[in-house]
């Protein structure tokens, strides 16, 4: 047998650059560059391999070791997962702080590769350097807190280990139903350790995508349901983009006349104006969708993990015989809401539906339903994209600026705060790849991250990021890494003075915003009404500080200099920070939805009181769906 001697961490850099995935005969390399922070705990080890082979894997600095996870997370979703980048950190606070990057790319199902360092497998420098020792549990590290978070996970204690667990992890990372962050912990001392590695370990290698298609007789079963039905609704998840199965849902779409809602990963499953197509459902949805989900008869999910928010906490669907039936690459989503399973790949099995419902449509007066839902639902868009709130602008103002000034084919990005569901809501879709929302983990930071690993996915494309004024704090610091790598991003900064939407929440249940704006107490106490008190203004600008980070940065505080800015940024080929001021209390009403938050049961208040009624009231809307 032929073999190479190679550290550990030369013979991982070696096999990534050597993976390949094949879908629909088309091959695409795996793992396209590693991002990393070193540290003792990986320079000499990952670092060096790195260093000494610079043509087989891209080496990006990143600033945040958290930061770097979403980069990889937004790289993969840009890219339908068939492509990903590694991450490499040091040992203890640099590998702990890619647990909520792992954690988030695991609930989105987007395959990421961490490649934290870890304390020495030998033990003789214990407690070395941010070693955490744990008396009595000799083999922890403060790795195994990945595990919880991750799909696959495991430390490299000898470098002949590596063979196995390379292999297992790539297979993880390319199944389609279990993929999420991949841990591979490095001992320090292992990365450097030399073996005879077997040179077809390191040879090109194909991981082959199929298009597995469910078991006839489910499919057989699931089209007499759908040709008995007579108000079905589709629920278009994520699967249906990574899958690209877009074209083929629309066409049976178009064809049977049976409406498509989207979830927050499914939404540019159809363009918003494609017959038919209703928008977002559920908690953060559109009336259209709402209105059509409560009576529907069967429900049909398309790669969905039925999150809560989707099933609105399961008071969506309020026709007592609704169905469920589920397509799902994964077998335990497509079993949820007690659904007729349809294991398969979702275009696959789309396009086999299609075919077994062989010209059945909807009725005529359904179809009709749907497009004057679908139309009413385009005003009440149009309104708030134009809605002239003064003094401050109405963040759906801005929203509608940035959909109205952006290109069809460009990407909007965002994560957490009100803004995702506003987009969810309002964002008229035009590309299936042009609705970027983190909604899985909704990481505050995950945005201007997230939207680097989109821009270097695809660098054809601008990338707008919509993030709020809280979110930009936790994680600013990669404009930098965007100025770096000459990834342009235009970042469309809104600040209403913090938390908003929990403010917003938090009156809503009765508790006046307690705690969630930022400002200066005048008056030193917090009352009833703490949020709106005669609160002053921190001294804090954030344009400022993007400007130190490197952007170009433009302040906008009408809607004439909004417009400005976003078209004098599509001239600027770096990082530009947009910076709009907007009305905290402007927000976006529910359309006929709810989602389950828990009130106190017994409170001083009587605003909690009441909050405490009507929650009761929700709750009595929910269904089992047994
Ligand atoms: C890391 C993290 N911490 C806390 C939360 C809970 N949370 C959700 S939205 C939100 C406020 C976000 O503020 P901002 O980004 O300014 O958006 P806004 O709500 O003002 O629109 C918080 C604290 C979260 N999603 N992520
Ligand atoms: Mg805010």
């Not at 991981?207 to 079963?221: F, K, M, Y």
């Not at 949820?336 to 099995?349: I, N, Q, Y």
């Not at 497009?371 to 002239?388: G, M």
């Not at 600008?541 to 130190?548: F, Q, R, S």
């Amino acid at each position: 047998m032929k073999t190479l001697r190679l550290t550990m961490a030369q013979a991982l850099i070696q096999f990534l650059a050597a993976q390949y995935v094949e879908r629909d005969s088309i091959e695409h390399r795996f793992i396209e560059g590693c991002f990393g922070i070193f540290g003792h705990g990986n320079v000499t080890g990952v670092g060096q391999a790195l260093a000494q082979h610079p043509d087989l894997l891209t080496y990006y600095q990143a600033r945040n070791e958290q930061g770097m996870v979403h980069i990889a997370a937004g790289f993969a979703k840009m890219r339908n997962r068939l492509a990903t980048l590694a991450c490499t950190t040091s040992i203890g606070p640099g590998a702990t702080n890619m647990i909520t990057g792992a954690a988030a790319a695991t609930i989105n199902r987007l395959p990421v590769l961490l490649l934290p360092g870890d304390v020495f497998a030998s033990r003789h420098p214990d407690p070395v350097l941010q070693q955490l020792e744990t008396p009595g549990r000799g083999e922890l590290s403060v790795n195994d807190c990945f595990r919880p978070v991750c799909r696959y996970w495991d430390r490299i204690q000898r470098p002949e280990q590596l063979v196995q667990a390379a292999l297992a992890a790539m297979r993880v990372m390319t199944s389609q139903a279990e993929t999420g962050a991949v841990i591979l912990a490095l001992p320090q001392d292992v990365q450097v350790e030399a073996f005879d590695y077997p040179v077809e370990f390191l040879k090109r290698r194909v991981w082959h995508i199929g298009r597995p298609l469910p078991d006839p007789s489910a499919l057989e079963r699931a089209a007499a349901i759908i040709r008995g039905s007579r108000k079905p609704l589709i629920v278009a998840g994520g699967g249906v983009i990574y899958s690209d199965a877009t074209g083929s849902l629309q066409r049976l779409v178009k064809r049977t006349g049976i409406p498509a809602s989207e979830t927050q990963a499914g939404k540019g499953s159809l363009p918003f104006d494609h017959p038919g197509a209703l928008g977002g459902i559920g908690t953060t949805g559109t009336l259209a969708a709402n209105r059509v989900a409560a009576e529907a008869d069967v429900v049909i999910g398309v790669g969905t993990r039925y999150s809560d928010f989707t099933t609105a906490s399961k008071t969506a669907f309020q026709n007592p015989e609704v169905c469920f039936i589920n397509i799902n690459v994964a077998e335990s989503d497509s079993h949820k809401l007690s659904g007729l399973a349809l294991v398969g790949d979702a275009r696959a099995t789309v396009e086999d539906l299609d075919e077994r419902l062989n010209g059945w449509t909807v009725s005529d007066e359904y179809r009709q339903r749907c497009k004057q839902l679908q139309a009413d639902w385009d005003k009440e868009v149009s309104r708030l994209y134009h809605i002239r709130h003064r003094p401050l602008l109405a963040q759906t103002e801005v929203l509608g600026a940035v959909n109205e000034l952006s290109g069809p084919r460009d990407v909007v990005v965002s994560a957490a705060g009100s803004m995702p569901g506003d987009l969810h809501k309002l964002w008229r879709a035009r590309d299936t790849k042009g609705y970027h929302v983190e909604y899985g983990y909704s990481t505050m930071g995950y945005e201007i991250a997230g939207g680097l690993g989109v821009k270097l996915a695809d660098p054809s494309r601008e990338v707008y990021v919509m993030v709020g004024d809280a979110s930009y704090l936790m994680m600013a610091q990669e404009i930098v890494t965007s100025i770096q790598e000459g990834a342009k991003l235009t970042v469309v900064l809104v600040d209403n003075d913090g938390y908003a939407s929990i403010g917003d929440l938090s009156r809503s249940k009765g508790t006046a915003g307690f705690g969630t704006r930022y400002f200066y107490r005048s008056d030193g106490s917090l009352g009833d009404d703490a949020e709106r008190s005669n609160g002053v203004r921190l001294p804090v600008d954030l344009a400022l500080n993007a400007e130190g980070l490197g952007a170009h940065v433009f302040r906008a505080r009408n809607t004439q200099e909004l417009r400005d800015a976003l078209i004098a940024a599509k001239k600027i080929d770096r990082t530009v920070v947009v910076y709009v001021p907007v009305d905290r209390y402007e927000g976006v009403p529910s359309y006929e939805s709810w989602w389950e938050v828990p009130v106190a049961e017994v409170a001083d208040s009587a605003d909690v009181k009441k909050a405490r009624q009507d929650h009761e009231r929700g709750v009595a809307r929910r269904r089992w769906h047994l």
